[in-house]
């Protein structure tokens, strides 16, 4: 099992950053792909970008490529989240999941946490 748990969540205004964290633990393997997902209200849910463990590599969607950054600690088990020039439509709660790469789906889900940003 593994256990994500993410942080960081909070108001923000137009324009502005921040940073949210998923503190990973448990059976952890560096075979994983760790993606960070977001839900707005009335919205399905949507792919935000991930990284794999193993060699960093970064995916991003096309609607936030430029202004996210995620990275990660292999050495404490955290991946990131940066966002920058925020906007009201990144609004949403964000979740952070893990799956093994190559494989569709994700198999472990942290609870969320709420990015709210004002105009």
């Known amino acids: 099992q593994v256990q994500l748990v993410e942080s960081g969540g909070g108001l923000v205004q137009a324009g502005g950053s921040l940073r949210l964290s998923c503190a990973a633990s448990g059976r952890i393997s560096r075979s994983y792909f760790m993606g960070w997902f977001r839900q707005a209200p009335g919205k399905e849910r949507e792919f935000v970008g991930g990284?794999?463990?193993?060699?960093?590599?970064?995916y991003y969607t096309n609607s936030v490529r430029g202004r996210v950054t995620i990275s990660r600690d292999n050495a404490k088990n955290m991946v990131y989240l940066q966002m920058n020039s925020l906007k009201s439509e990144d609004t949403a709660v964000y979740y952070c999941?893990?799956?093994?790469?190559?494989?569709?789906?994700?198999?472990?889900w942290g609870r969320g946490t709420q990015v709210t940003v004002s105009s």
């Open positions: 990284i794999a463990w193993s060699d960093g590599s970064t």
């Open positions: 999941a893990a799956k093994t790469i190559g494989r569709a789906t994700y198999d472990y």
